[in-house]
């Protein structure tokens, strides 16, 4: 018999309360697995001989990022529809077999890949597997590349270009499950949107994609002034408690992601993104000097202002102001 849980918590994103879900299924029974899997993914139609324990799936959602634990201790085919999602599988034991364009594929242990595009079904089987599914909108790919306008970023491969793509890849999820998704940073819109965008760039550095950045280059370098500078500092200033990224900061400009790019590399000799970063960094070290420590702490500060990993928080802002924000935060005590 199924076992589901569900445990949603609420957490406020660009002003909305939306929940923050988290769902646990077990399953000895093939169809109550088949229903779950159809309702949580895309329909399939499965097949297989469940032992044991069968089928067991720990789902967590936010920002539109998904990140599930799955564990099947049985060989289970199945026959998928469109995700309409970027899906990617980091497999921890056993072994998954892609056979959607007619020839087996087989994807082991330490190994992340896309699972099928977007767009188009699947099948395969997984035999006695265990992996995490990572998953987010296809349109981020585009957001995140900083091409100009002409079509969608798409991964055109299922299998990351070498070891190293690979490694980042399980890394990055390893970062998402176990330090975003699992703790209290899943509440803070700008931790969890800082990680599926950290996923998307992770997936375009992996994998092969198409080439869209065919805007001529001088062009460009002609737009990429001083002024292109000051408007887009002026948008980040006024914006840092948002998600916004590459795209969004180009976009009120308005110029190419490319152009934006160039113009803070010639006159501020940083990215859009790096300096963003500094500017949420310097509102959590204001934050710290005048918050009560009896009512706050520095990982919510951290969390509130995009810092996911309380230690790389504590690095940098002590590189910045050359005290720790823990010290800071004490001395107002």
């Not at 406020?12 to 929940?19: C, D, K, L, M, S």
């Not at 987010?136 to 990351?160: C, E, I, S």
């Not at 550095?205 to 869209?212: E, G, K, M, V």
Request: overall charge neutral; hydrophobic content about 40%; charged content about 25%.
């Amino acid at each position: 018999m199924a076992v589901a849980r569900k445990r949603p918590r609420w957490a406020q994103w660009n002003g909305e309360w939306r929940v923050v879900e988290q769902l646990s299924f077990a399953s000895e029974s093939l169809s109550e697995t088949e229903a779950f899997l159809s309702d949580a993914y895309t329909p399939m139609q499965i097949g297989g001989r469940p032992e044991r324990t069968g089928t067991r799936v720990e789902r967590r959602t936010a920002g539109g990022l998904i990140v599930d634990e799955l564990a099947f201790d049985y060989t289970m085919s199945y026959d998928a529809g469109c995700l309409e999602r970027i899906c990617l599988l980091t497999i921890h034991q056993g072994t998954v077999a892609d056979t959607t364009g007619g020839k087996e594929e087989i994807h082991g242990p330490g190994e992340t890949f896309l699972i099928a595009q977007p767009d188009r079904p699947y099948t395969g089987e997984v035999r006695g597997s265990a992996y995490t599914i990572t998953m987010f909108d296809p349109g981020l790919l585009t957001a995140v590349a900083g091409g100009p306008d002409g079509g969608p970023v798409r991964l055109t491969g299922q299998r990351a270009l070498d070891a190293a793509g690979n490694r980042i890849l399980e890394r990055t999820v390893a970062y998402l499950r176990d330090d975003v998704m699992a703790g209290p940073a899943a509440d803070q819109p700008l931790v969890v949107a800082g990680a599926v965008r950290l996923l998307a760039s992770a997936a375009l550095s992996a994998f092969p994609h198409t080439d869209l950045d065919t805007a001529p280059a001088r062009i460009d370098r002609g737009d990429a002034t001083s002024d292109t500078l000051r408007r887009a500092m002026d948008f980040i200033e006024a914006n840092a408690d948002r998600d916004i990224g590459l795209a969004e900061i180009a976009a009120s400009v308005p110029l190419t992601p490319r152009a934006v790019q160039y113009a803070f590399r010639r006159h501020a000799g940083t990215t859009p993104l790096a300096h963003l970063r500094r500017v949420r960094l310097a509102r959590a070290h204001d934050e710290l000097k005048t918050a009560d420590p009896s009512t706050s702490s520095v990982i919510a500060i951290a969390a509130k202002w995009g810092f996911g990993n309380p230690g790389r928080f504590a690095v940098e802002h002590r590189a910045a102001y050359g005290i720790s924000p823990a010290t800071l935060l004490r001395a107002r005590r």
